[in-house]
């Protein structure tokens, strides 16, 4: 969300518009280093002070319980009478190495009770298996911790973009799930919406 105070708002009415029961958030607005108050019916999963990551839900249809929560990576055990799912969300500072996030989020994965997963996040990594641009370093380390995980990008390259400015479009964002689970199992639907102005984009279920 980049700090954004209007994408604060923006991300509720965008979790309403879509009927979303679950949303990743990266980088979210938090003035003095505190997220504001959610509207009613939300629950926000976080650290308190200067949160990077965060879960947040809107009336979900399943028992929801934190199993990890640091200022980068935030994970949360969601279980149904049929069903269970790990979803988890990642924030991956750009200017800071990415094999610290993505050994903490190891630490997540390995001990998961549930063999369904969904990660997303911003990885602020490029590659082709998530977005029509160039790889880069951060993107090719991400690219082989996924298949060390068999995890595969719910993006593709014909994706819309994760973030965009009047000057450039690119998918920052990859989202993952394992081999055998299909999204749309777990959570019913798994959206990539159009980014909006001072907003990456909104995954939900």
């Not at 799930?177 to 749309?184: F, G, V």
């Amino acid at each position: 969300m980049d700090h954004a105070r209007r994408a604060f708002s923006v991300f509720s009415e965008s979790m309403s518009e879509h009927d979303a029961r679950l949303a990743a958030v990266s980088d979210p607005y938090r003035p003095s280093g505190r997220v504001p108050a959610l509207p009613q019916d939300y629950t926000a999963y976080s650290i308190v002070d200067d949160p990077s990551a965060m879960v947040r839900t809107r009336k979900p249809q399943f028992d929801v319980r934190p199993v990890h929560v640091s200022k980068n990576v935030v994970a949360i055990y969601c279980e149904a009478r049929s069903f269970t799912f790990l979803f988890v969300s990642v924030y991956a500072p750009p200017h800071s190495p990415l094999e610290s996030v993505l050994e903490e989020l190891e630490r997540v994965l390995l001990p998961s009770r549930s063999p369904h997963v969904i990660v997303a996040g911003d990885f602020n990594s490029k590659h082709r298996l998530w977005g029509p641009v160039e790889s880069d370093e951060r993107g090719l380390m991400l690219a082989q911790f996924a298949l060390a995980h068999r995890l595969l990008p719910l993006n593709d390259v014909e994706s819309l973009p994760t973030y965009e400015t009047p000057y450039t479009a690119s998918c920052l964002n990859p989202s993952f799930a394992p081999r055998r689970s299909s999204p749309l199992a777990i959570v019913g639907r798994f959206t990539i919406t159009p980014p909006t102005p001072n907003i990456d984009s909104l995954r939900c279920g």
